[in-house]
């Protein structure tokens, strides 16, 4: 099982960027997928969850009208367009597969946010 992810770097305040993640040998389509974070000193966070069937998203009262996550399981991808991008969003961006008791992870991406 693999999560890759990418998109990460260094933006100003209000900027935007676009993470993605691939997925690979395991069936994506059914599995939620999820983007978390964790920045230096604290606990990694829920940012946002979109449901298998991507119908049904849910979002951090943080991040709720910033961020935008979607996917495309044509494509075993996931997304966060993240848009007026604040310094509190720095964080390491980690990609998530979930089903039942089954967790997965990604490596992880870095997103800073400085003038």
């Known amino acids: 099982v693999q999560l890759v992810e990418s998109g990460g770097g260094l933006v100003q305040p209000g900027g935007s960027l676009r993470l993605s993640c691939v997925g690979s040998?395991?069936?994506?389509?059914?599995?939620?997928m999820s983007w978390y974070r964790q920045a230096p000193g604290k606990k990694r966070e829920l940012v946002a969850t979109v449901a298998s069937a991507g119908g049904s998203t849910n979002y951090a009262d943080s991040v709720k009208g910033r961020f935008t996550i979607s996917r495309d399981n044509p494509k075993n991808s996931v997304y966060l367009q993240m848009n007026s991008l604040k310094p509190e969003d720095t964080a390491v961006y980690y990609c998530n597969a979930k089903r039942n008791w089954v967790d997965y992870w990604g490596q992880g991406t870095q997103v800073t946010v400085s003038k």
């Open positions: 040998r395991f069936t994506f389509s059914r599995y939620d």
